[in-house]
């Protein structure tokens, strides 16, 4: 009897599929250290848990995005082992914060299948969704990646269905922190003292420092997740693909895009949502990651706290801070992300 995994290809996928992934995860300290030492986060409030006390909140909030890392991680031996790329997110939306301690679990629901001309690929849309122990949804999104095919060809009678995705996740479905106590936000704490009246529609900001990708760094970074797509680690193979080596999780193009942007962004303390992700190009160790971001609408969700929705794009190897359109990025941008954060209001 076999006893060994291959995944799955595009073949094996079925419209309305659910999925319920393996091997939960339970939050560490670890985890939380090896994701500062992979990005350089400065975030306050993820990293200084008197701080995150005095705001309210039971104990230091992991990292967002290492939150949405750990969840994409449960569904990646059934999604994306034998995935070429992973194409783009949208209508991700933070339910509440978790903590070291926390135990994540996820499951997916196949929404569309369509076939690609070349007929040796097709893209699957998915919806994943991640739960606590306690049952209670903290994570919720869309994506779709590229599939490889076991058999080369177009399926006869095969029907491409292809799902519409949200364009925006809605205001009224962000979840706020309870109990936030604004009045002991401190910008010397955060290190800047720009809040939410401090910028304007239309802004762009440079956030300057760039980060050069070291191949130890992907990989742990990636391990961290447990994201075993071969693409990431596996050389042998790779070395004869489409790059001649291994491509870099687009998952960590955007924690590094996310940690770069703390300069300019300090005080945006939380996401509430991914509006749209796309990984517009490749990334491979060696290559230096610079961002910037363009503060796309301003809210106030209520009298201490407003929300920005931001596009964010990260570059490689160029510092030139440019906003194309989205459908003419130069080659090289790597990633093209809108998303809306919370940030305080202060008078």
Not at 66 to 71: A, E, G, I, P
Not at 81 to 110: C, E, M, R, W
Not at 253 to 258: G, V
Not at 306 to 316: E, F, H, N, V, Y
Request: glycine share 6%; proline share 3%; charged share 25%.
């Amino acid at each position: 009897m076999i006893k060994n995994f291959k995944s799955r290809y595009f073949e094996d996928y079925q419209i309305n599929e659910e999925i319920n992934h393996s091997v939960p995860r339970t939050i560490s300290d670890g985890d939380v250290s090896i994701y500062l030492s992979t990005t350089g986060s400065r975030f306050p409030l993820n990293y200084s848990i008197e701080f995150s006390k005095s705001l309210g909140f039971k104990k230091t909030p992991i990292d967002d995005i290492l939150l949405f890392h750990l969840v994409f991680g449960r569904t990646v031996p059934d999604l994306s082992l034998n995935a070429i790329a992973n194409l783009g997110y949208a209508g991700v939306i933070f339910h509440q914060p978790s903590y070291v301690g926390d135990t994540v679990d996820a499951s997916s629901k196949i929404i569309g299948l369509k076939e690609n001309s070349n007929g040796k690929t097709g893209t699957v849309y998915v919806k994943s969704v991640g739960k606590n122990q306690r049952g209670e949804t903290i994570l919720t999104y869309y994506r779709w990646l590229m599939m490889r095919k076991k058999k080369e060809g177009m399926i006869p009678s095969f029907k491409n269905t292809v799902p519409e995705l949200p364009k925006q996740v809605l205001t009224s479905d962000f979840i706020l922190p309870k109990n936030f106590n604004i009045k002991n936000w401190s910008a010397s704490i955060s290190g800047s003292d720009f809040y939410f009246d401090d910028y304007k529609e239309g802004e762009e900001i440079d956030h300057l420092d760039g980060q050069t990708i070291e191949e130890a760094e992907h990989q742990i970074a990636t391990r961290l997740y447990q994201n075993n797509a071969r693409v990431h680690f596996n050389q042998h193979i790779e070395k004869t693909g489409r790059f001649g080596k291994r491509i870099i999780y687009g998952g960590y193009i955007i924690s590094l895009a996310r940690a770069i942007s703390c300069n300019g962004l300090a005080n945006t303390f939380k996401i509430s949502a991914i509006h749209s992700g796309k990984h517009s190009a490749p990334t491979f160790s060696g290559d230096t990651i610079y961002a910037w971001s363009k503060i796309l609408k301003k809210e106030k969700i209520n009298d201490t706290i407003g929300t920005m929705i931001i596009r964010t794009l990260a570059s490689k190897n160029n510092s030139e801070m440019r906003f194309p359109e989205s459908n003419n990025l130069s080659d090289n941008i790597v990633l093209d992300l809108e998303y809306s954060v919370l940030i305080p209001i202060i008078k």
